[in-house]
T-cell receptor, first 116, second 115 residues
Framework: ETGVTQTPRHLVMGMTNKKSLKCEQH?????MYWYKQSAKKPLELMFV???????ENNSVPSRFSPECPNSSHLFLHLHTLQPEDSALYLC???????????????FGEGSRLTVL | AQSVAQPEDQVNVAEGNPLTVKCTYS??????LFWYVQYPNRGLQFLLK??????LVKGSYGFEAEFNKSQTSFHLKKPSALVSDSALYFC?????????????FGAGTRLFVKA
């Protein structure tokens, strides 16, 4: 039990499909993140939300569209993806973005995406 | 630009021997430093952090890390390795003068502990 739940754990989609990844945190945190983990590459920060407001969009292509309806839920909407987008997508949360928050991240188990 | 380097792609150690996984960082100011572990098909788990104070910090599963400001290093250590420690380990930094809330990760070091 990590306190951060991601669904689905595995997803296979064609390049013309539309799908969504879901993340829910049960920790009462105020910040949520999407990271991309590809083989042999460092983790790439994609998006950051604080109190439902997007504070970081790290030059991510528009075929990835985040949504944060409340501080407990985070979505990543996917459309017209490319095979190179195949990766493990990790959701994380933290208490906040600074101040008294010392910043450790709490990760979900990840959603393994394969784009055919 | 901020960066984190983990110079070893892989570390091999025999069970019962001490282990060290190296990390150096390039961040101005006083960042927060972290180690995370990732087991196969799982997300990352927080192991330990350095914020301020004692240079030796202790974390989960018997791991500890030593902060060295002059060498800008934060090496992960364990006195006696277990086979179950085999996993992917990530060093990370957050904060400093320009980093703000972003956590920057190293590329990871795969640890193999042989029985």
């Amino acid at each position: 039990e990590t306190g951060v739940t991601q669904t689905p754990r595995h997803l296979v989609m064609g390049m013309t499909n539309k799908k969504s990844l879901k993340c829910e945190q049960h920790l009462g945190h105020n910040a949520m993140y999407w990271y991309k983990q590809s083989a042999k590459k460092p983790l790439e920060l994609m998006f950051v939300y604080s109190l439902e407001e997007r504070v970081e969009n790290n030059s991510v292509p528009s075929r990835f569209s985040p949504e944060c309806p409340n501080s407990s839920h985070l979505f990543l909407h996917l459309h017209t993806l490319q095979p190179e987008d195949s990766a493990l997508y990790l959701c994380a949360s933290s208490q906040g973005l600074g101040g008294s928050d010392t910043g450790e991240l709490f990760f979900g188990e990840g959603s393994r995406l394969t784009v055919l | 630009a901020q960066s984190v380097a983990q110079p070893e792609d892989q570390v091999n150690v025999a069970e019962g021997n001490p282990l060290t996984v190296k990390c150096t960082y390039s961040v101005s100011g006083n960042p927060y430093l972290f180690w995370y572990v990732q087991y196969p098909n799982r997300g990352l788990q927080f192991l330990l952090k350095y914020i301020t104070g004692d240079n030796l910090v202790k974390g989960s599963y018997g791991f500890e890390a030593e902060f060295n400001k002059s060498q800008t290093s934060f090496h992960l250590k364990k006195p006696s390795a277990l086979v179950s420690d085999s996993a992917l380990y990530f060093c990370a930094v957050r904060g400093g003068n320009t980093g703000g809330f972003k956590t920057i990760f190293g590329a990871g070091t795969r640890l193999f502990v042989k029985a």
